[in-house]
């Protein structure tokens, strides 16, 4: 039973064409993040939600906006993909309990 | 800042054990992870350590030496499936995100 959804897994799109990834969870935790991983890389923090509380992390370029409707869902677009964007992006879930994240299966973007 | 350093890879037997180390320098600490990451997949929780000591699951146990800022990873009879990079993060007191290592790609030969 998937718990954190994300949808699509691979994602092609060209040179500055916005681009949309999604991430939903059945677990009803308060934070949801997303993560840039780049190949050989550790998982580098883009934001997060405390709820609807958004943090963005002071490195995360503009280019990269988040939206959070509501518990389940939450959104990363990305306004111009440059071709250094290409990337694996992760979202995870936590309870907000210090507990452990739980990590969706990614989406694979390539930029054309 | 944050530093986290963990060996780029290892390479072992099928039925061997294998130790990952990590060493962390942190602004605060609040409780270590280990993350299993098969390619081209996301990471799945292992372990945590927040007091020092070790914490045994099955074939992976972890140890935490805080005052040492040391944790390793023990992957005891290891099998084919247990090639994978494994990912050491620590939490952070002041703000409770992770900062993750870059990984080790742990490869186990027949």
């Known amino acids: 039973d998937a718990m954190v959804i994300q949808n699509p897994r691979y994602q092609v799109t060209q040179f500055g064409k916005p681009v949309t990834l999604s991430c939903s969870q059945t677990?009803?935790?308060?934070?949801m993040y997303w993560y840039q991983q780049k190949s050989s890389q550790a998982p580098k923090l883009l934001f997060h939600?405390?709820?609807?509380?958004?943090?963005n992390e002071a490195d995360t370029p503009d280019n990269f906006q988040s939206r959070r409707p509501n518990t389940s869902f939450c959104f990363l677009d990305i306004r111009s993909p440059g071709l250094g964007d290409a990337a694996m992006y992760l979202c995870?879930?936590?309870?907000?309990?210090?507990?452990?994240?739980?990590f969706g299966p990614g989406t694979r973007l390539l930029v054309l | 800042g944050q530093n986290i350093d963990q060996p780029t890879e290892m390479t072992a037997t099928e039925g061997a054990i294998v130790q990952i180390n990590c060493t962390y320098q942190?602004?605060?600490?609040?409780?270590l992870f280990w993350y299993q990451q098969h390619a081209g997949e996301a990471p799945t929780f292992l372990s945590y350590?927040?007091?020092?000591g070790l914490e045994e699951k099955g074939r992976f146990s972890s140890f935490l030496s805080r005052s040492k800022g040391y944790s390793y990873l023990l992957l005891k009879e290891l099998q084919m499936k247990d090639s994978a990079s494994y990912l050491c993060?620590?939490?952070?007191?002041?703000?409770?995100?992770?900062?993750f290592g870059a990984g080790t790609t742990v490869t186990v030969r027949a």
């Open positions: 995870a879930t936590e309870t907000g309990t210090q507990e452990t994240q739980y």
């Open positions: 677990l009803n935790h308060n934070v």
């Open positions: 939600y405390y709820d609807k509380d958004f943090n």
């Open positions: 942190t602004s605060g600490f609040n409780g």
């Open positions: 350590n927040v007091l020092d």
């Open positions: 993060a620590v939490r952070r007191s002041n703000d409770y995100k992770l900062s």
